[in-house]
């Protein structure tokens, strides 16, 4: 009896088994499944989010510029036929334009009218004929024709963005909408590659404004964080993963590194508007105070990832090196250090893509400064992309609204730019060691 019962027992035990087989495999097919969802909704959401910036900052490339004929008359320019710098500097320039408008536009008579149609030129032209006839002299006298900016207004009404007359609560008026239409018919309102944007600074104007100071502000606070994070950060790193005995005090500095980690950012920024600008009395607004101020925020981190990188090397490794004669500080420099070095680029360029985001600790420094020119050097004012970002959305023009998309595309690029460099690196150094 006793057989017959464990003879029945047996199948249905591997039916059990069976079961509960299928059950988990099912359950592993519903885990993976909702892994894919999962990541295709996050996909998703950032799909939409680049669609989102790209679909406003891609109007950004293109300024329209109106083509005028500008006569350099030399009684208005320099009538004393001294050519002398100074002189040519403070030239009315802005008669130069409105004679220009006055010859394409005869029957525009009324002083409304002219300042209505004035109005169509961005204030930059001035500044272009300006710097054009400073550095050629010899257009003094001469006639040609340029293709100067138009304003904001024109700009986003020739893009599409607002509309003409009394539908957009007056920005262009509906005897602007008809001279702009004219001039679009005859071939002389285009829309041209801003390179504005590219290649000048920060204006009060949008159609003027450009990139290039806040990028070059965030490439020497970065190279000046870098500079200092970087060094430190693995040196605390490895004396505290390598050397430093086990004891109170080193547990104290570890709790304290993993604190620091978790602190705001704008208390670095307290931090270095106390010490390096109050007391230390360093210039404001320069990206040597800033990319100090992110060098503190920056180091917790790579000392954690340094001490992640350093653990993770195989014992053997060191017990190898001290087996041939080598002294602990050749271990870790010929061995250990290089093993974990893709590691330590990893934390580090974690860091670094945070210091790039970061904007209330230099808020706090005086970076939020309006600061027209390119920075030469690390004393010079600027500012950086992010704090570039929050001006720009903050100001109350439309056109800056682009400007404001087409500047975070530059950040992002930025960022894969340094996330790619570090892969490279990170890659040469699996394939040496």
């Known amino acids: 009896m006793t057989e017959i019962a464990t003879d029945q027992a047996a199948p249905s035990a591997r039916r059990q088994s069976k079961d509960r087989l299928r059950r988990r495999h099912a359950a592993e097919r519903r885990f993976r499944l909702y892994g894919m969802i999962a990541v295709a909704v996050a996909l998703l959401f950032l799909a939409g989010l680049f669609a989102a910036i790209f679909s406003i900052a891609y109007t950004a490339l293109g300024q329209t510029e109106i083509a005028l004929e500008i006569h350099f008359d030399g009684a208005l320019i320099d009538p004393d036929g001294t050519r002398n710098g100074d002189v040519l500097a403070r030239a009315d320039y802005g008669a130069l334009v409105k004679d220009g408008l006055g010859t394409l536009f005869p029957e525009v008579k009324g002083r409304r009218d002219r300042r209505a149609l004035r109005k169509l030129l961005s204030v930059g032209a001035t500044f272009e004929l300006r710097d054009m006839l400073l550095a050629d002299q010899s257009l003094i006298g001469g006639r040609r024709t340029l293709w100067l900016p138009a304003s904001d207004d024109v700009d986003m009404y020739a893009k599409g963005l607002v509309a003409g007359g009394a539908d957009n609560g007056g920005r262009i008026?509906?005897?602007q909408a008809v001279w702009l239409d004219l001039l679009r018919s005859q071939g002389q309102l285009e829309q041209r590659f801003n390179w504005r944007f590219f290649l000048s600074g920060d204006s009060r104007e949008p159609e003027l404004a450009g990139i290039l100071g806040a990028a070059v502000g965030s490439l020497l606070t970065l190279a000046i964080c870098l500079a200092l994070a970087f060094p430190l950060g693995v040196m605390t790193a490895v004396y505290l993963q390598e050397f430093a005995p086990r004891n109170r005090w080193t547990d104290?500095?570890?709790?304290?590194?993993?604190?620091?980690?978790?602190?705001?950012s704008i208390v670095f920024g307290l931090l270095g508007l106390a010490v390096l600008l109050g007391f230390a009395g360093m210039p404001r607004s320069a990206p040597l105070v800033g990319g100090i101020v992110l060098a503190l925020m920056t180091l917790p981190t790579v000392i954690i990832a340094g001490r992640a990188a350093l653990q993770a090397v195989p014992p053997s490794i060191r017990d190898a090196a001290f087996g041939i004669g080598?002294?602990?500080?050749?271990?870790?420099?010929?061995?250990?250090?290089?093993?974990?070095?893709?590691?330590?680029?990893?934390?580090?360029?974690?860091?670094?893509?945070r210091a790039l985001g970061e904007t209330a600790p230099l808020l706090m420094i005086g970076m939020v400064a309006f600061i027209v020119d390119v920075p030469l050097g690390p004393t010079d004012p600027a500012t950086v992309l992010p704090v570039q970002v929050y001006l720009w959305a903050d100001a109350p023009e439309r056109a800056f609204a682009e400007r404001t998309a087409a500047a975070i595309v530059v950040l992002l690029a930025f960022l894969v730019v340094m996330n790619f460099a570090a892969v490279l690196l990170r890659r040469r150094f699996e394939q040496r060691w």
């Open 173 to 175: 008026n509906a005897k």
């Open 252 to 264: 104290l500095i570890e709790v304290n590194i993993n604190n620091l980690a978790a602190v705001p």
């Open 326 to 353: 080598a002294s602990p500080m050749q271990v870790v420099a010929h061995h250990v250090l290089p093993l974990a070095m893709p590691g330590v680029l990893t934390g580090t360029i974690i860091g670094m893509a």
